[in-house]
């Protein structure tokens, strides 16, 4: 029996001889036969369901192209899938269909290969582009209640005064001067749009928004953006991209800001100009910067190459992370400058060379054995150090002598003008002078614990201590607290004995720090 397509939907019309059909008065013997070509006939078909072939005999006539007898252009329609028996098994998209007597002639856009001399059969898809049992994706919006659709074909939209974007969603607008004060489309859809020409884009404060810069733009050939519709008739302008890097930007300007453009050298001044590029680089110079000038609403970006303060200030010159001065920038520091007036700004996602933020920046030193020596000083502490812990772990002097730590300034470490006590228990407490001392120790103590030393104000560099030890071994706490105010800035700490010659023995210490 012949396969599928070979049978009549006339049923009396399938009465061939065994086994292609079920002829009249048929024997016995040759109802088996054309039975079981049934069940293979339908199971070919089953494993190729979604083609049909409708037995249609194709007539070869170019690369692209077949004739078929009669009319069929209904069955062959622009648009629906085919799949073709050549040389090879092809598949396709038909083009074009038209009938002029006798033949229909079918055009088709091969998904690769061609057609050729060999080709015996065609087979098309069961889903019809006509009248398709899928749901429609192409027309769109709230009120279809389609799916939105982001692979469409660009369609060819005329730029006019009130631009229509309708129901498709990707499209170029024409190459005309007009200016564009609305777009009309569907509520709560977003278009994309590619300029083929210059023109104005007028910012409405209310039906055209303009949401990068808040002005109106001037397009340019192979500008893009998008159009989120609010409503049918009112948007918002946004994801607006150039096609090549704009010398300038901002607002007066009318063209966007790139993250991409390269980095421009600038001077770090007490007012450090920004200008028109949005990627700078910083002069290695110790000015301190007390404001940035730019383009109000665009945000910079900053990398700096030396060291120098930037001033906190309240409205001015915001520093969000900390809301306060940064003390010393470091080569390789970054960060965004985001202008709110031409004048005023604030410094955000500051971030250290080393990838630390700048919110509680702690740094933990090397640790030193205590096993000799009389004193272990750590030198070299950062302009800016807020907190520093100094750590004791089975520390022991050789001699009748108290631990303590001493704070220093550039010229060297600071010996009197410590006060308040320690206090040792089961003891009387001990005042405070020439550093923050523990109470007492005995030869061969160890002591394990921590002194904690916090900036309390920076315009007397006056720091604070709190401690707490305990005599390893022993059940004897000291604990420790008081103040002292440098002569300058602090960048050491020492630590060392009340009588200056006891040699520490065992043991290590460390610190850490804070700016």
């Given at each position: 029996m012949t396969n599928i397509s070979g049978w009549s939907t006339t049923a009396a019309s399938n009465n061939s001889a065994s086994p292609n059909g079920f002829p009249e008065n048929m024997p016995p013997s040759g109802v088996n036969d054309s039975a079981r070509e049934v069940m293979a006939a339908v199971r070919a078909w089953y494993e190729a369901a979604e083609w049909i072939n409708l037995g249609h005999i194709p007539t070869f006539v170019s690369t692209t192209s077949f004739t078929i007898p009669t009319d069929v252009t209904g069955t062959y329609h622009v648009g629906r899938r085919m799949r073709f028996t050549d040389a090879t098994t092809l598949y396709g998209t038909i083009a074009t269909s038209?009938?002029?007597a006798p033949n229909t002639t079918v055009t088709v856009a091969v998904d690769s290969g061609v057609l050729s001399s060999s080709l015996t059969a065609v087979a098309v898809s069961i889903i019809s582009k006509v009248n398709s049992p899928l749901p429609t994706l192409f027309t769109m919006g709230v009120a279809a209640g389609n799916a939105v659709q982001v692979d469409q074909?660009?369609?060819?939209?005329?730029?006019?005064?009130?631009?229509?974007?309708?129901?498709?969603?990707?499209?170029t607008l024409s190459d005309t001067s007009t200016t564009v004060t609305a777009f009309n489309g569907v509520a709560g859809i977003t278009y994309h749009v590619r300029c083929l020409g210059a023109g104005e884009i007028t910012h409405h404060a209310t039906n055209l928004i303009v949401t990068q810069g808040g002005a109106s733009i001037q397009t340019v050939a192979g500008m893009t953006f998008d159009v989120e519709m609010i409503t049918a008739a009112t948007c918002r302008i946004k994801n607006i991209h150039t096609a090549s890097i704009p010398t300038t930007i901002g607002v007066a300007s009318g063209?966007?800001?790139?993250v991409n453009q390269s980095a421009t050298a600038t001077t770090r001044e007490a007012t450090t100009t920004?200008?028109?590029?949005?990627?700078h680089t910083l002069s290695d110079t110790s000015t301190t910067i007390t404001a940035f000038s730019g383009v109000a609403g665009v945000t910079y970006h900053v990398r700096f190459l030396g060291v120098g303060a930037i001033t906190h200030h309240a409205t001015d010159l915001i520093v969000t992370q900390t809301g306060a001065s940064i003390t010393a920038?470091?080569?390789?520091?970054?960060?965004?400058?985001?202008?709110?007036?031409?004048?005023t700004c604030r410094i955000k996602n500051y971030l250290r060379a080393s990838g630390q933020s700048l919110v509680s920046l702690m740094t933990l030193g090397t640790p030193v054995a205590s096993t000799s020596g009389t004193s272990i000083d750590y030198t070299g502490l950062p302009a800016g150090v807020?907190?520093?812990?100094?750590?004791?772990?089975?520390?022991?002097?050789?001699?009748?002598?108290?631990?303590?730590?001493?704070?220093?300034?550039?010229?060297?470490?600071?010996?009197?003008?410590?006060?308040?006590y320690s206090l040792q228990s089961f003891s009387a407490t001990q005042a405070l002078s020439a550093g923050f001392r523990m109470l007492s120790a005995a030869n061969a103590d160890?002591?394990?614990?921590?002194?904690?030393?916090?900036?309390?104000?920076?315009?007397s560099n006056t720091w604070v201590c709190t401690a707490q030890f305990s005599k390893d071994g022993a059940g004897v706490m000291d604990w420790i607290s008081g103040k002292k105010a440098l002569a300058g800035t602090l960048d050491r700490v020492r630590i060392t004995t009340v009588s200056g010659t006891a040699v520490f023995d065992a043991g290590s210490v460390n610190i850490s720090y804070e700016v």
């Open positions: 038209t009938y002029g074909a660009l369609t060819a939209w005329t730029r006019s005064a009130t631009t229509t974007l309708g129901t498709t969603l990707n499209g063209n966007v800001p790139l920004l200008g028109t590029s949005l990627n920038t470091e080569a390789g520091d970054t960060c965004d400058v985001e202008m709110i007036t031409a004048s807020k907190r520093i812990t100094v750590m004791l772990a089975g520390v022991s002097v050789n001699a009748d002598s108290a631990i303590m730590v001493q704070l220093g300034i550039s010229s060297g470490v600071e010996t009197s003008g410590y006060t308040g160890t002591f394990s614990g921590k002194w904690v030393l916090d900036l309390e104000s920076s315009a």
